[in-house]
Structures are given as C-alpha cells and as structure tokens.
C-alpha cells in the first residue's frame, strides 16, 4: 500500500505489518531512509483524521507485460533478483537495523557486490512495490525526456547520406524558425511548408550583391551552414500543436467546425421522442419557375426541416422564398406542431395521421442564432413553454442531424429534377443550367413531401445505435418504428395546442399605439369591435397608449392584439388604408420610405420656391421704399395720424370703384344685364342712387 502525507506531501510505502497487528514498517520514498518501524493504531488513526491518505493509483509500480521485454532487459532484472531475493524476502529482519547490517555482510561476501549499491538495490526494491519488477531499467526516464539540449561543437543526429556535416539548431537558429512560421506560414495566406523555408534561407541566410546590370544577385551561405528543411519541420512539430498549425492558418470556427475531435454524439442525453427537434434552413439547389407565369425563373427555394433527435423524423418542413429569417422557421415551425394528414391532402396526397404522427409541441429547439433570437422567439418560450437552445456561430455540426437530413435529401432528390444547380456553371461554354427550370414552388414542395414520407416510414438507418431495450424489443431502426417504440416506452404523446394558439405564439410581435386616428402600427392604422365598444380612441385623444401585438409580416391586412388571457383581437385595416390592403411590412416600409423620399425631393424645391418668393417680396419693399422717398410728408407728425379715418374711408371707396364687378358677357359668349350707366347729365338712375345713399349710411355708421 502507497499512503501519502497531507502535510508534506510525502509518499510513504507500507512494507510490513506484523501478524498481532502491533507493528508496522514504513519506508519514506522521498527520504530513502531505512524503513522505520510505528505502531500499527497509531498508523490507522492517522488515516481515519485524514493526516495519511492512500493513493488508489501507485505511480511507482512497473506494470510491463512480459512479451513486451527485450532480452537485455530481462536479464539484467532477472541477475539483481538473482543477487537480492534471499535478502529482501528475508521479513522482517531485513527491516531491523540489528539484523539487516548481518544479512547486508553476508549478501556482500558471497555475491562479491559492494555494500552501497546492495543498498541501492534494497531502496528500489522497497519503492517500486516489492515486486521483481523494481530492476527493470527505466528507459523512458533517459535523455532528459522535454528538455532541450544546448547545441555544442560536434554535430547531433545521423550523418546526411550526400555529405556535409551541417549545423546544430542553437537559440538563434530556433529564433530564426520561430520569426519564419509566425511571418510565412502561420498566417491566412496557408503558405506551403516549403515556401516558409524558402523565404527563412532567402530572408537570413543569403547575402545580396548589386550586380555591374543593377541587378541583385543572392549568395547563400555554404549548404554546410544552413539549417535543412528537415530540422525545420523537426523544431516546428515540437514547438507547435495542430490546434495551433490550424487556427492560426484557418481560423478557431473552421478548426472547431471541421477538426476538432469528436467524442459525443447529437442524441446523447435525449430521453425520447419530442424532447428535441434541430431545425435548419438551406438555399435548395435548384432553380423554380413561377406558378402565374411558367416562362419566368423565380431564382432557388429556401428550404427548412426540423428533425426530431431521438428518432431522426423529419417533423415539420417548409418550402418558399422567405428567408432564412423568422418568418420561413415560423412556417416551418407552424407545419412541424400541426397534423400532417391536411397539411399533405393540400399537395394531392393523402396519408393518414399514423403515417407521420409528429404533431404537438417539443420541449426544445436546437436553431441558428440569426432566426432564433429576438421577442419573436420569446412570445413562442412563454406561451408554448419551448425551450429554444441556440448554437455556437460557424458551427453546423452541432445539428449534425438535420445537416446530414440536407445532404441527403439533395443526393437523393434535388440532383435529378430539372434546374438543378450544377458545380460547372461558371466554366465557359456550359449551358446555363438555370434555363432548365421546370418546376414550380408547389410542385418541389409536393416531391419534397414524398422524400420525406419515405425516409420517415422505409429509410433504414444503418448507422444508428440502438439502445439495450430497443435490442431486446426488437425495434428496427427506422426512424417511425422509433418513434412509436419511443413514445410507448419513454417520453408519451407530445404536448397539444389548438392551433390558433400555435399561429399566434409563433407570429412576430412588437407593440402598437393607440391613438385617436386608430391602432397604430408602422404608420398604418386598424380598427376592432372592442376598441369600438369599450371607445379606446375618444380616450387616446387625451391620451394615447400601448398595446402588445402579433402579426404576420407576410399580409399586414390584419394585426392582432394580445390580451392578458392569452387570447388576441382580431384588428382590419381602417378604410381610409385600402392603399396597403395585400401588402406584406416589407411593402409597406417601402412605401413609407418612397414617400418620405418624394417628401425631401419636393421639400428641396420648396425652400427654392421660398428663396425667390423672399427675393420678389424685397422688390415689392424697395419700390415701396422708394415711393416713400419722392413722397412728401407733413413735418409734423399729427398731421399723418388725425386723419386716418378719413384716409381709410377714401381708400376703401376707391378700391370699391377698382373692384367693382364689370357686367357685360361671362366669356363664353352668353349675354349679361347691361351695366348701370349715367344718363350723360350727371345723374343717376333712382334705384342706383337710393343704393348708393344706403351703403354711403353704414359706411359712415362704422
């Protein structure tokens, strides 16, 4: 037994323990000093209070198996047994003072060996555990294992067959290679190994002559003197790991992404069906045609599958053009929480439920960060209590499942259909593959259906590993036998919402103004039956407040308020907005942008109308000005004041002559009652002249 001392830290080897268990012999391996003898109590009561520990792992004992051993080893551990059996088997005088000095004589007398070295070999056979063992040579402890030598006169390592002695590789040589690999080789460029040679040899090891032409011409330093391409990838595998050689030439995602060692698995830890889905989304490699013009090519689909964990089923999918975003994993989403027998009936086929039982909501995602983050994804945490787990950046493989489900699919599927991306597009005179196109969203979408039909219900997975039960049970490894054998015999049915619930705890949210106008949202404004009812926009003409809503992006004909209850009111478009009835957000804040745009341009032309409306009315000022100049005006200045009723009073009967309405045709030709005219006395007609004796009344009253 090996026990250790907490205090110093101390090895002791417990060499004998006397049959009454009064005594024991303990050999301190740091000391090497002669086994010393302690009450066998004494010794327990310091391992019951923790002073003495023992080490379960003893690092002093050679475990070597014999065929391993060469025959000079054997021998020279079999002759110091041969030596020192009779001595160290010889218990327990051997641990005796008195008597070990007898046995240590006698053993030098007849072996002919030296009384330092029989202690010697005593020592190491107490350390290593008192096993024959002890004499074996320690190999690996030889030629200062980690350490680097000093570089001397005479040259290290074999002869080189073509001659030359060469150079030891000294500090300044590796300071060399290290300045090499950092400036060379170590950088995004990934140089070759050998161009980093060369550029060290050319940089440090040549000199540069200008030449008669102007030219430089190197001299390299005698091959004697230089230090071999292979002394340079020696010193830079010993100084350097692969985790460096990558990440400084790769980067850290690409080393995590494609060379780090991988000791885990996806499903490790997963306790049944439902407990995990990956979702993920790729650019599908094929072109499409539009549905409303089949002659138009809409460009590649965006496709998503979400994979549940434990049985690898394809669970939901989503064909379109939205995204990557929110919006197309909240498709996908809505698609993997619903019943699949309507879902696929919309596209022709007609499944039962049994044939692609994954309906309900899991207990966790595992998503990209881009489309998983945001209030969004916390209305769906809170409402449907999901737990949304998000992977590193750059680092695909830790939905390797659903990955893997990608490649598949596009072996499989994608390559054969018409518009199909191919790896040679850009090469010259290829035809464009993109002219090919043939299918339409809804057609891929329904090829898609069925791939995954049969990958739920016939796909053998070869490479899945079956637990105990599942192997007793007899469970074939395809991903709906799994399925039903887990849902019977780990985790249940997943959990069930309505699916009005589903849509709006997966609709994007935000927060909606209610003013006096309507409900406010993005400059656009909704009306509903319970602002109507309960007369939430007389209120916001006091004051206006907020509301939580959701919506879909997708058709902003309608929003919908959240209540506290969980449940939503449903909110029109005002009739006064028909111009974004149809319209998706994306629409809308193009829209607004446009008009603010329109608003700047005209606003600029306004502030030059402005500019020359300023400039005219300081014409109208000067001439004034200089009326005012060639007029002349009363000294006094109650002269000017006096008289400005009367003033007034002429004025106003001038401009009334001046404006007088001049009856005569409309300018269409249609004949007009004759004006009034004097009868060439200077009279005027009666009813002319009672008019003008009445008007003349009330001016003078006011």
């Known amino acids: 037994m090996l026990l250790e001392a907490v205090d110093d830290c101390n090895h002791y080897r417990v060499l004998w323990i006397s049959e009454d268990r009064q005594n024991v012999f303990l050999f301190n391996i740091a000391t090497q000093a002669m086994p010393e003898s302690l009450p066998y109590a004494e010794v327990q009561c310091l391992i019951r209070n923790g002073s003495l520990t023992v080490q379960e792992n003893d690092p002093y004992i050679k475990s070597v198996r014999e065929s391993?051993?060469?025959?000079?080893?054997?021998?020279?551990?079999?002759?110091?047994?041969?030596?020192?059996?009779?001595?160290?088997?010889?218990e327990p005088d051997i641990y005796e003072r008195k008597l070990r000095g007898a046995i240590?004589?006698?053993?030098?007398?007849?072996?002919?060996?030296?009384?330092?070295?029989?202690?010697?070999?005593?020592?190491?056979?107490?350390?290593?555990?008192?096993?024959?063992?002890?004499?074996?040579?320690?190999?690996n402890n030889c030629g200062a294992p980690g350490k680097v030598r000093s570089a001397g006169t005479s040259k290290r390592g074999r002869p080189s067959k073509y001659g030359g002695t060469g150079i030891n590789v000294d500090e300044n040589t590796r300071a060399i290679f290290e300045k090499a690999i950092r400036k060379y080789y170590h950088t995004r460029e990934e140089h070759t190994f050998q161009y980093a040679y060369d550029m060290m040899i050319a940089e440090h090891y040549a000199q540069y002559v200008i030449q008669a032409d102007g030219k430089k011409k190197a001299i390299l330093a005698p091959a004697g003197q230089l230090p071999t391409i292979r002394q340079f990838r020696y010193w830079y595998h010993k100084t350097h790991g692969i985790k460096e050689n990558i990440t400084q030439r790769k980067g850290e995602t690409k080393f995590e992404l494609g060379h780090r060692a991988v000791l885990g698995k996806s499903d490790h830890g997963i306790m049944g069906p439902g407990a995990k889905y990956q979702i993920d989304a790729t650019v599908g490699d094929i072109y499409l045609v539009s549905r409303f013009n089949r002659a138009d090519i809409i460009g590649r689909p965006v496709i998503y599958f979400i994979i549940d964990v434990f049985s690898r089923m394809v669970a939901g999918m989503y064909v379109g053009l939205e995204g990557p975003s929110w919006a197309g994993a909240m498709m996908a989403l809505a698609n993997a929480m619903g019943g699949k027998a309507k879902f696929c009936a919309e596209y022709g086929i007609e499944i039962t439920e049994n044939e692609w039982p994954c309906s309900g909501v899991p207990g966790a995602y595992l998503a990209d960060r881009g489309e998983m983050e945001g209030k969004s994804v916390e209305t769906l945490i809170n409402a449907l209590n999901v737990r949304?787990?998000?992977?590193?950046?750059?680092?695909?493989?830790?939905?390797?499942?659903v990955e893997q489900y990608f490649n598949t699919t596009n072996e499989t599927a994608l390559i054969r259909l018409p518009g199909h991306v191919k790896p040679d597009m850009a090469e010259r005179g290829v035809k464009d593959y993109r002219l090919d196109a043939k299918l339409d969203i809804r057609q891929l979408t329904k090829i898609l259906i069925g791939c995954v039909l049969h990958h739920n219900n016939h796909h053998l997975l070869e490479t899945y590993e079956r637990t105990a039960d599942m192997i007793a049970d007899g469970v074939v490894p395809i991903p709906i036998e799994i399925w039903n054998w887990g849902i019977a015999h780990c985790s249940g049915a997943l959990r069930a919402f309505p699916e009005d619930k589903i849509k709006l705890a997966l609709m994007p949210t935000d927060t909606a103004t209610v003013t006096a106008k309507g409900i406010k949202y993005k400059n656009v404004y909704y009306v509903c039956e319970r602002a109507a009812k309960e007369y939430w926009f007389e209120k916001a003409k006091v004051k206006s407040w907020k509301v939580d809503i959701s919506y879909d992006p997708r058709n902003m004909d309608t929003i919908y308020v959240r209540n506290h209850d969980g449940?939503?009111?449903?909110?029109?478009?005002?009739?006064?907005?028909?111009?974004?009835?149809?319209?998706?957000?994306?629409?809308?804040?193009?829209?607004h942008e446009s008009e603010k745009a329109a608003q700047h341009k005209n606003k600029q032309k306004e502030m030059a109308f402005k500019a020359e409306l300023s400039a005219a009315i300081d014409d109208v000022i000067a001439e004034a000005e200089?009326?005012?100049?060639?007029?002349?005006?009363?000294?006094?200045?109650?002269?000017?004041?006096?008289?400005?009723?009367?003033?007034?009073?002429?004025?106003?009967?001038?401009?009334?002559r001046d404006e007088?309405?001049?009856?005569?045709?409309?300018?269409?030709?249609?004949?007009?009652?004759p004006k009034a005219q004097d009868s060439g006395d200077g009279r005027i007609p009666p009813m002319l002249a009672m008019i003008k004796q009445q008007l003349e009344e009330r001016l003078n009253d006011k």
Request: proline share 3%; with cysteine.
């Open 567 to 591: 449940s939503a009111e449903t909110c029109r478009l005002s009739k006064w907005q028909d111009k974004y009835v149809g319209r998706t957000l994306d629409e809308i804040l193009f829209l």
């Open 68 to 90: 391993e051993l060469g025959e000079k080893e054997r021998a020279m551990r079999d002759g110091i047994w041969n030596v020192v059996s009779a001595a160290v088997t010889a």
């Open 626 to 656: 200089e009326m005012a100049r060639q007029t002349v005006v009363p000294k006094a200045k109650s002269a000017r004041t006096k008289s400005i009723r009367d003033n007034r009073h002429n004025e106003k009967a001038a401009n009334r």
């Open 104 to 139: 240590i004589a006698k053993l030098e007398s007849d072996s002919g060996k030296q009384r330092k070295n029989l202690y010697v070999y005593l020592k190491t056979y107490w350390k290593h555990g008192k096993t024959k063992n002890a004499y074996l040579p320690s190999y």
């Open 660 to 673: 007088a309405f001049s009856i005569g045709t409309d300018g269409s030709g249609n004949a007009m009652p």
């Open 388 to 401: 949304v787990e998000i992977a590193q950046p750059y680092r695909g493989d830790m939905k390797g499942i």
